[in-house]
């Protein structure tokens, strides 16, 4: 990426941010360090992927870097302001413009064909429920050995563990960068056993009741 578009990206995103800084969370795109540590893990053969929340498409770059397809990339962005450079930039990647809190009931893939989910979602401006359903989509999609990249810019992983374990998941930090603005660490979240995962099960409307107990036990642990 060239210094001229860098700097459009910056100022893009910052206004982002100026307009809704809980959605968006951060003043500036994620940088390539913490790219690169989202996306070590993953690789050509770990195609279709998901990623959530891609932005100006730096965790989109990378994966591209790693040799993954293009065609194979589904970006799920929820804010407009992003949605034509990301058609403009990768033209054969499919684009969705919808809440990732809804993915499950989407049906944006047949079965369980996905080998990897990257994240730039900002989990620590979300309710437990919402982040509940982010991840239960995402694993209903998700292949055995699959798993969900998290950055985050907090001092442990964004997701609560009462979440983590209401689905059966586990957290594992991968690394952090410093030459990131802020400095942000990157979690690996896969499953911890098997579970079933169903779309109907955890959807975003029809698994409040749930999901309030979650939200519930986490604020009472502090988690």
């Given at each position: 990426?060239?210094?001229?578009?860098?700097?459009?990206?910056?100022?893009?995103?910052?206004?982002?941010?100026?307009?809704?800084?809980?959605?968006?969370?951060?003043?500036?795109?994620?940088?390539?360090?913490?790219?690169?540590?989202?996306?070590?893990?993953?690789?050509?053969?770990?195609?279709?992927?998901?990623?959530?929340?891609?932005?100006?498409g730096v965790f989109t770059r990378a994966l591209l870097?790693?040799?993954?397809?293009?065609?194979?990339?589904?970006?799920?962005?929820?804010?407009?302001?992003?949605?034509?450079?990301?058609?403009?930039?990768?033209?054969?990647?499919?684009?969705?413009?919808?809440?990732?809190?809804?993915?499950?009931?989407?049906?944006?893939?047949?079965?369980?064909?996905?080998?990897?989910?990257?994240?730039?979602?900002?989990?620590?401006?979300?309710?437990?429920?919402?982040?509940?359903?982010?991840?239960a989509g995402a694993f209903a999609y998700m292949r055995?050995?699959?798993?969900?990249?998290?950055?985050?810019?907090?001092?442990?992983?964004?997701?609560?563990?009462?979440?983590?374990?209401?689905?059966?998941?586990?957290?594992?930090?991968?690394?952090?960068?410093?030459?990131?603005?802020?400095?942000?660490?990157?979690?690996?979240?896969?499953?911890?056993?098997?579970?079933?995962?169903?779309?109907?099960?955890?959807?975003?409307?029809?698994?409040?009741?749930?999901?309030?107990?979650?939200?519930?036990?986490?604020?009472?642990?502090?988690?």
């Open positions: 990426m060239t210094a001229k578009a860098a700097c459009s990206d910056f100022l893009h995103f910052f206004r982002s941010w100026i307009s809704n800084p809980l959605r968006v969370a951060a003043i500036a795109p994620s940088g390539d360090s913490l790219a690169r540590i989202m996306t070590s893990e993953i690789a050509a053969l770990d195609g279709p992927i998901i990623e959530l929340g891609p932005g100006t870097a790693r040799g993954v397809s293009e065609a194979d990339l589904t970006l799920i962005e929820y804010g407009p302001e992003f949605i034509t450079a990301l058609h403009a930039r990768f033209p054969t990647a499919r684009v969705l413009q919808m809440d990732a809190a809804h993915l499950a009931h989407a049906d944006i893939f047949e079965g369980e064909p996905v080998g990897a989910v990257v994240s730039g979602l900002p989990l620590l401006s979300m309710s437990p429920r919402k982040i509940a359903s982010i991840l055995p050995g699959g798993a969900v990249y998290q950055f985050t810019y907090g001092p442990r992983c964004p997701v609560p563990r009462p979440i983590l374990d209401r689905l059966g998941l586990k957290a594992v930090r991968i690394g952090g960068t410093v030459r990131n603005l802020p400095p942000a660490s990157v979690y690996r979240i896969s499953r911890r056993k098997p579970l079933e995962l169903s779309r109907e099960r955890f959807s975003y409307r029809e698994s409040e009741a749930e999901l309030d107990d979650i939200a519930a036990f986490s604020n009472e642990t502090g988690g």
